[in-house]
Structures are given as structure tokens and as C-alpha cells.
């Protein structure tokens, strides 16, 4: 490994056994996980040049620009980065599903990055990627064949399959369900009726999206290959063009808009992978990471981990989550759990299946696994939070949604946060959302039908409610506090305060979504509006809320037409700080290449008004 800082002197690293695992995931498949110590620290705010060299069996020395040519800028022979002093300038963003039709968030980030790759001070603090990296649970059947393929190109290992109407993977794979009916895959019993309904998206969700599990991901081959190719441009080279198996019309109807979708999606992948090799990336976990309401509540809990099928699905998508995105964010709390991958996988059995008693095994300690969450302690602090794994559940009510941190881990989140003068933090799902949405969602769990509406916020449990405002309202927690969110294929910006406080903390909440997704466009302008006449900052209606000790006023999009306060369109969210963690400016890069979209106070509003009309004025 190479090292080499502008103006400093270039330091070349052996990468041995103590700081590089290698992980066998299939007979031509290994992950490589590096986690250098330095002696010295590399300095900071400078452009750092780096490279990995490998030496070919028969001497031959090779590096990123010979086997990863797309991920360098024009001119350059190695990628580089920069360690920033102060997190001031972070993008950020979630929900990128590759067959969305729009243009991807990340390949639009790479292109303002291009502008400034030798400006060390104008590059990115870090890129946060807020949850739903990856749809484990929607996938276009061309991207189910492409996996497929994927998998006896590189042999990813097979594992057998207990519960379902297949026994293995490879009978998965051939199974005329595979595609577009994987609920089929389930024994037709009337005790799996639970099971499909609430894991394979049986259920319409007719207010906000409707279920496409059709095509969930089933064996950890499949989300390992999953990444493979939402991440690189190279594996699609290794595969031909997936073809399309025998479909009904209404689905090859379907494959045929996808294969479009994914045609945008693999022309921008180069970008997007150029992006993730020039910027510091974290990530967290949100449920399609996973599956669509995952842990939603102790019913949906019970329901999918006391079914084999099922366990073992969510089980596999979170091993891969572990060594596709967590284990870069904390490598330390994960070497026992490394070692348990690497027995499973270095020791397949003779028919190239995992062995499934350690499988099992696994998938409990992974599921068991409470680490998930970080602190970045930078200027100033940020603190990615775990609002899947540790849920405040209902006992008496085991269908209502669960908290989204149960009462300890938000003990843990207040200890991190005591006499910080500000921080960051990173909430997958906004903490102050659409209201109105947030009251449809309370209505739906009130008459059980939780499921239909991803009825999930921070606000619809009690308990976790009022512990995260006592968090907020405490003598030695921050005064400045800035949220970033993602989850709900929108972006909009609000300003917070606590009322009635002799100590007034200031909170910001910021939300970007979705890096390649979008909300249904005229549904989202109605809730909009409907939520200005009702839910106005001076609207009595908010005193029927938990939002009664808070004065909640929106900032608005500087190219908004008819009054909108959020912005409906795919991108990625861009945030600078200023010295004291508060906003300076908030901005939504559009993937679609127009304009940048800015959030404004009601002051920078009636300024840009203003400015606008003294022309008109002094003519």
C-alpha cells in the first residue's frame, strides 16, 4: 500500500495477515478487509495520493490504475483523499435503488467533486450514507439474472434451505418462482399466512408505495453478488447480458422497464464507484438494507425469526451488510464475528455449500449483535445512530411499531452526547417529519394497520418521544444539534426549538432522499399542501401533538413554485457548518443536472425577494 501526502514524504505499507483478512466467499470470489494502524498520523487537510499494489503470481507488480482505471480522474495515475480538521461539509443522502428511473445521486456527487479534486479544502468532510444502500428486498428481475449469473461466474458458495418449498439454493435459482413470485416459495400452509403477508410484501400500501418483495433476496450469495454490482462497474464486464427468463405478459411488461432503468444505472456506476474511491464514505443500516419493516414492531419480529425461511433471509442480508458496509464504519467491535465468516467460509462443503448448522449459528450471533451504532469524534461530534436493532418494543400491544431506540440505547446516545458544545446527528428516519404524514401513519397503527404505511417515526412512540426531547432539553447536552436523515424519498430542512427552556437548544433537521428514488410526484403535492393549511407553524392543531413544546417553522426550496417545503426529487444532500455546528447553508444536488436546490430561512427568503425586485424597482 501507498501512501503519498502533497508535500510530505510517501510511506509504502506491507499488507500482511495482521491488517489485511481475506475472506473466501466463493471458489474465485475473496473479500480483502484492510484496516491499517498508522505510527504517524497522516496530516490533515491535504490531498493524499494512495494506491494498492499487488504482486501477480509471477512477480508482476499491479496497481488501481491497471485494474481499476474508472476510478481515477483524468490526468491522475492514483486516486486520493483528504483527512478534513472540522467536519464542516458533509454530503449525504440515502435510498438508492438501482432500477428507479432516475439518474443516481452518487454519479452527480462524483461531478461536483471533479471540479475541486485538487482543492483540499474544498472537498468533503465525508460522505454519509443514511440507510437503504442497497434494496435486498426490491430487486428488478434483470438485476435478479445478472445476480444469478454473477454467482456461477465467481461460484459464490450455495447453502441449503429449511422451510421453504425449495431445499437449496440451486433449486432456488431454477424454480419457476424465482422470479417475481418468490412468496410462492412458501409451504401453502395456513400458519405461513402471517409470514407472507408481512415479509413478502403480500400487503398493498396504498398510501405511500405498494410492495415489491416479489423478488426478495434469499441466499447470501445473492446479496454478496447484490453488492458487487451496485458498487463496481467491473462485475457487469465478467457476466453477459441477463436474459429474460419465461414470463407472463404483465411481467415481461415489467422486466422491460427495468432493464431500461438499469441501463441509466449501470452508465453512471463508474461515477458513483470514482466517488466512493476520493471520499471518506460511512454508511448505516435501514430496513431495505435488509427487508421493508424490518423489526417494525414485537409482532413482525416473532412472525419472520421464529420461520426458518425467513430467519435465514434476514440473517444473510445482515451478514452481507456487515462485511459490505459495517465493518468499514467500527472494524474493532467486529473481529470475533470475522472470525466466525471466515470458519463458515473457509471450509465449504464438498458440493460448495455452506454448511448450515454454522450458518445458523452465525445468523444468531449476528442477529444478537448490538455495535452497529458510532461516534465519529471530530469537530463536531458525529453520532451515527442504530434505530433498527435495539427497539423499544410493546409488550402489551405487540402489533402497534415499536420504538425506534429502546430506553437504553437512548441512555447510551445522552452519555455520548454530555458537554459537547454541538454534534451531528445521523437518524436514518427524520426525527421531525411531514406531520400530516406522521398523523396518517398514527391513524393507520390505531386501527392496525401499521404494515400498509411504513408506519415509522420517531413520534409515534411515546416513551422514545420524550426520552429524546429530555435528551435534547438536558443542562450538559449540545446546544447546537443538527439531524441528518434520510428514508422518506423526499428533502426538506427544518428549524427546531425547544419553547419554554431557560437553556433553548437549537436543532436543525435535514433530510435528503433518495439518492436514486423519488416520491409519487402529484401524492407528495397534495400532502404538502394539505400539511401547510393544517399543520403551519402557528396552526393550533399543533398543541394536539408531541410537537406542543416545540416551534417547528420550515426552510423553504429556493426553487419551489407554488409554496412547497420539500423538494421531490432524486440527488444527494450537501451540508457546511459553521464554527459553532450550526447550518451555514443546506443544499440538494439534483441528479437530474439542474440546479442545485437550496433550503432558506424566511430572512435569506425575503433577501432573495428583495434582490430580485430592486432592479424592477430602480428602473
Not at 444 to 449: A, E, I, S, Y
Request: with cysteine.
Amino acid at each position: 500500500m501507498l501512501l503519498d501526502p502533497v508535500g510530505g514524504s510517501p510511506r509504502r505499507l506491507s499488507l500482511d495477515a495482521g491488517c489485511c483478512r481475506v475472506l473466501p466467499v466463493g471458489r474465485h470470489a475473496y473479500l480483502h478487509l484492510i484496516d491499517v494502524t498508522l505510527l504517524e498520523p497522516l496530516p490533515q487537510d491535504t490531498v493524499i495520493h494512495y494506491d494498492l499494489i499487488a504482486a501477480l503470481s509471477d512477480g508482476v507488480e499491479t496497481n488501481i490504475a491497471q485494474w481499476a482505471p474508472h476510478v481515477l480522474h483524468k490526468g491522475a495515475t492514483r486516486p486520493s483523499l483528504v483527512l478534513r480538521s472540522s467536519a464542516d461539509d458533509i454530503l449525504f443522502g440515502s435510498c438508492r435503488k438501482p432500477h428507479h428511473p432516475s439518474r443516481d445521486g452518487l454519479a452527480r456527487a462524483d461531478e461536483l467533486l471533479t471540479d475541486r479534486i485538487g482543492q483540499a479544502d474544498a472537498r468533503p468532510a465525508m460522505l454519509m450514507l443514511c440507510g437503504d444502500q442497497v434494496y435486498a428486498d426490491d430487486v428488478a428481475g434483470p438485476m435478479l439474472a445478472a445476480i444469478h449469473a454473477l454467482i456461477r461466474r465467481l461460484g459464490l458458495y450455495g447453502e441449503c434451505l429449511e422451510g421453504a418449498v425449495v431445499s437449496d439454493s440451486e433449486a432456488l435459482y431454477d424454480h419457476p418462482a424465482s422470479y417475481y413470485r418468490r412468496e410462492d416459495l412458501l409451504p401453502a400452509f395456513k400458519s405461513n399466512e402471517a409470514l407472507r403477508e408481512r415479509f413478502f410484501g403480500g400487503v398493498e400500501k396504498p398510501v405511500f408505495t405498494t410492495a415489491n418483495a416479489h423478488n426478495h433476496l434469499v441466499t447470501l450469495a445473492e446479496v454478496m453478488a447484490m453488492y458487487l454490482l451496485v458498487w463496481s462497474p467491473v462485475p457487469w464486464q465478467l457476466i453477459p447480458e441477463p436474459q429474460m427468463p419465461e414470463l407472463d405478459p404483465e411481467h415481461t411488461r415489467r422486466w422491460r422497464r427495468e432493464k431500461e432503468a438499469l441501463r441509466g444505472f449501470r452508465s453512471d456506476l463508474p461515477h458513483a464507484a470514482r466517488l466512493l474511491a476520493h471520499v471518506q464514505t460511512l454508511m448505516i443500516f435501514d430496513d431495505h438494507d435488509i427487508t421493508d419493516d424490518w423489526n417494525l414492531s414485537a409482532k413482525w419480529e416473532t412472525t419472520a425469526y421464529e420461520h426458518p425461511f425467513s430467519r435465514r433471509i434476514v440473517g444473510n442480508a445482515l451478514i452481507a451488510y456487515m462485511l459490505c458496509q459495517g465493518w468499514g464504519n467500527r472494524p474493532d467491535v467486529f473481529e470475533e464475528l470475522i472470525d466466525d465468516v471466515h470458519a463458515l467460509t473457509a471450509t465449504p462443503q464438498a458440493n460448495d455449500r455452506l454448511d448450515a448448522t454454522s450458518q445458523d449459528a452465525l445468523i444468531g450471533r449476528v442477529l444478537s449483535f448490538g455495535k452497529w451504532d458510532y461516534v465519529l469524534r471530530t469537530q463536531p461530534t458525529v453520532i451515527v445512530l442504530d434505530t433498527r436493532t435495539r427497539r423499544w418494543r410493546s409488550r402489551r400491544l405487540p402489533s402497534r411499531p415499536s420504538g425506534l431506540m429502546d430506553w437504553e440505547s437512548l441512555t447510551d446516545l445522552q452519555h455520548e452526547l454530555l458537554d459537547e458544545a454541538a454534534a451531528v446527528i445521523v437518524s436514518p428516519t427524520p426525527m421531525f417529519g411531514v406531520k400530516l404524514i406522521e398523523v396518517i401513519q398514527r391513524i393507520c397503527t390505531f386501527t392496525g394497520h401499521a404494515l400498509t404505511v411504513d408506519a415509522e417515526n420517531w413520534m409515534a412512540h411515546r416513551g422514545a418521544a420524550s426520552v429524546m426531547l429530555n435528551i435534547f432539553r438536558h443542562s450538559r447536552t449540545p446546544g447546537n444539534y443538527v439531524i441528518l436523515s434520510g428514508d422518506v424519498h423526499y428533502s426538506f430542512a427544518y428549524d427546531v426549538q425547544v419553547r419554554h427552556q431557560d437553556r433553548t437548544p437549537h436543532i436543525w433537521q435535514v433530510t435528503s432522499s433518495g439518492i436514486k428514488n423519488e416520491f409519487p410526484r402529484r401524492l407528495l403535492d397534495w400532502l404538502d399542501r394539505l400539511n401547510r393549511w393544517l399543520y403551519s407553524p402557528r396552526s393550533p392543531l399543533n398543541w394536539f401533538t408531541q410537537r406542543r413544546d416545540l416551534e417547528i417553522r420550515p426552510r423553504l426550496p429556493d426553487q419551489r413554485h407554488r409554496g412547497e417545503r420539500v423538494w421531490n426529487g432524486a440527488g444527494i444532500g450537501q451540508i457546511f457548518l459553521d464554527g459553532q455546528g450550526r447550518p451555514a447553508r443546506i443544499l440538494q444536488h439534483n441528479a437530474n443536472g439542474q440546479p442545485s436546490t437550496e433550503f432558506l430561512t424566511s430572512t435569506d427568503t425575503a433577501s432573495t425577494t428583495v434582490a430580485v425586485e430592486r432592479p424592477n424597482a430602480s428602473v
